[in-house]
């Protein structure tokens, strides 16, 4: 007689309020996030452009944006208070 091989779980067997509460901890710390050097940017770009609009707004915008493309985020980060947060719409149910 020949023996079918068995199939190996790929996730080990516990009880489903574990594997609700490591899903609920993934979800959670995926809407933590930390600003980037765009985040940096567009409140330099809020602060400095305020008060102008339509192609005073563009250029002003393409000013600022040339203006730390080439500066390292370390140093924006150590010159400039962090942006305020967005939140990330798939968070907003929390």
């Excluded at 901890?25 to 940017?41: F, G, M, N, Q």
């Excluded at 250029?59 to 010159?79: G, N, T, Y």
């Amino acid at each position: 007689m020949e023996s079918k091989p068995q199939a190996v779980p790929l996730l080990p067997r516990c009880p489903i309020r574990v594997w609700t509460t490591i899903l609920a901890i993934l979800v959670l710390s995926s809407c933590e996030r930390t600003p980037s050097k765009s985040d940096y940017v567009s409140a330099r770009v809020t602060e400095m452009c305020q008060g102008r609009s339509g192609e005073a707004l563009q250029s002003c915008r393409i000013a600022v944006i040339k203006q730390f493309s080439d500066m390292p985020f370390e140093e924006m980060k150590r010159r400039y208070p962090p942006p305020p947060p967005r939140p990330r719409p798939s968070c907003e149910i929390f």
